[in-house]
T-cell receptor
């Protein structure tokens, strides 16, 4: 089946690192994504990783993928107050690769305290 | 256009009424998606359009929900005889193509539907 799970809330202090975790059940997933949703705004793609990779770094963002455990994480270095938002993990299962349909987790609310 | 736009931004309706939600995708994007974001839930896929192909309606929760995409551009999501459980934010996204490989979906700001 297709299921994506995330913890619902994370609170960190400004300047610390944040790690948001996600688990998924469909081992056929081709791409895995992290989206950010700020209040009143649509979702913005932050980064993505192809399933044959185990790590991707993009400036302050590091994505780690453990295919064996079906675990994805997003690390934000030097977290800023502007990073406060809801972060969604999403996958494209192989069976949906001809549509690009995304399966989303519930979202993790990141609160950054000054 | 500059991005995906949706209208209205907010809609309050009474139980049993029909509603129409509109999405204008980014010009030139052939793929269009509708998702629903309910309180405390993740985003739930509803329907997908790709060019002139038959839409993937596998995510529509009931036959009260339908969607059209006219001329391969603007899409309308219609909910008939609305129920309180239909209250949610309805998000539209478009991408250059939905076919295989990584395709970034660009999301609109959503329509917040409240059914009283």
């Amino acid at each position: 089946g297709e299921d994506v799970e995330q913890s619902l809330f994370l609170s960190v202090r400004e300047g610390d690192s944040s790690v948001i975790n996600c688990t998924y059940t469909d081992s056929s997933s081709t791409y895995l994504y992290w989206y950010k949703q700020e209040p009143g705004a649509g979702l913005q793609l932050l980064t993505y990783i192809f399933s044959n990779m185990d790590m991707k770094q993009d400036q302050r963002l590091t994505v780690l993928l453990n295919k064996k455990d079906k675990h994805l994480s997003l690390r934000i270095a030097d977290t800023q107050t502007g990073d406060s938002a809801i972060y969604f993990c999403a996958e494209t299962p192989f069976r949906s690769s001809n549509t690009g349909k995304l399966i989303f987790g519930q979202g993790t609310t990141l609160q950054v305290k000054p | 256009g500059a991005g995906v736009s949706q209208s209205p931004s907010n809609k309050v309706t009474e139980k049993g009424k029909d509603v129409e939600l509109r999405c204008d995708p980014i010009s030139g994007h052939t793929a269009l998606y509708w998702y629903r974001q309910s309180l405390g839930q993740g985003l739930e896929f509803l329907i997908y359009f790709q060019g002139n192909s038959a839409p993937d309606k596998s995510g529509l929760p009931s036959d009260r929900f339908s969607a059209e995409r006219t001329g391969g551009s603007v899409s309308t999501l219609t909910i008939q005889r609305t129920q309180q459980e239909d209250s949610a934010v309805y998000l539209c996204a478009s991408s250059v193509t939905g076919i295989a490989v990584h395709n970034e979906q660009f999301f609109g700001p959503g329509t917040r539907l409240t059914v009283l």
